[in-house]
């Protein structure tokens, strides 16, 4: 679930603007510090924290999209992938200033700080919490870009910009909404990950190749996809630790692998 809620907004902002965004870790990596200073510094509930890093996230990505982003559409690859990871290694930089190098967690409530029965078995809290809340996620993308006139629109410009500005579709705007989701999307994984991975500078660039992988097999601009390649991913990961401890780091990447040839655009994506 954190691969999904990390990857789909990616997977939403390439598939409609077209931009290689390496720098989307960094979005991440600024929702999980955001919480972990609303919540280990400023005592602001769980909840109401991760939902105001998610809002300052997203605002603040907006004078990035309109200043440095708008710039870069429509250039070649090379443009896009240096000016974004450029963009990362900056916020690593201004990370390790502000927190130090090393890793850092938050602080849960009692609720989340403990077990929960299911299917006979006791099981985390916070797992359990981060399941819930990645479905919940899902739910909301899936009816918003199926249900809505504001999806409808997302889809037509991702299917064809042109036609859809043709049609009357402010796409300049639609893109810095659609950023701005992306990035909140971003930095509520972010935010999730702090206790199941840890948060330290690198968090930027280090889940960023999996992150990829989950955009690549799903297809860009899905959100079943993206759901489908962050279980079969994750799943595999976690197999691949416990039956091949020492293969692990390459075994979860045969999905990638075996789908960029069978289906170059994605599980769900467009033949």
């Known amino acids: 679930m954190i691969l ?9 902002t390439m598939g409609l603007m077209g931009v290689i965004n390496l720098a989307h870790g960094a979005f991440a990596m600024a929702g999980g510090y955001l919480a972990v200073v609303l919540i280990n510094r400023l005592a602001v509930p769980y909840v109401p924290a991760l939902l105001l890093a998610v809002a300052l996230v997203a605002v603040l990505s907006v004078p990035f999209e ?3 982003y708008a710039r870069i559409y429509g250039r070649g690859e090379l443009d896009q992938v240096l000016m974004t990871i450029g963009l990362t290694l900056m916020s690593m930089a201004a ?7 090393g890793p850092v967690t938050l602080k849960l409530p009692e609720a989340l700080d403990g077990t929960v029965p299911a299917l006979g078995r006791e099981f985390p809290s916070y797992r359990a919490f981060i399941v819930g809340v990645g479905a919940a996620v899902f739910a909301a993308l899936w009816f ?5 006139v504001l999806g409808a629109k997302i889809r037509a410009a991702v299917d064809n910009r042109a036609m859809a500005e043709a049609a009357g579709i402010n796409t300049a705007r639609l893109f810095t909404l659609t950023f701005a ?21 690198r968090f930027a660039i280090q889940y960023l190749v999996v992150v990829l992988a989950v955009v690549a097999v799903g297809g860009l601009g899905t959100i079943g996809g993206t759901m489908a ?5 994750g799943v595999a990961d976690v197999a691949a630790r416990y039956f091949f401890p020492g293969a692990s780091a390459f075994l979860i990447y045969a999905p990638l692998l075996l ?13």
């Not at 990370?95 to 190098?101: Q, R």
């Not at 390649?229 to 991913?233: C, G, H, M, R, S």
């Open 4 to 12: 999904f809620v990390l990857a789909v907004g990616l997977s939403i």
């Open 66 to 68: 309109r200043i440095l």
């Open 95 to 101: 990370a390790t200033y502000l927190f130090g190098p």
């Open 144 to 148: 918003s870009f199926e249900r809505t």
């Open 181 to 201: 989701l992306g990035c909140g999307l971003a930095a509520l994984g972010g935010a999730l990950a702090v206790n199941v991975v840890g948060l330290t500078p």
């Open 229 to 233: 390649a962050a279980l079969v991913i």
């Open 259 to 271: 789908v960029m040839l069978l289906r170059p655009r994605g599980l769900l994506g467009k033949l």
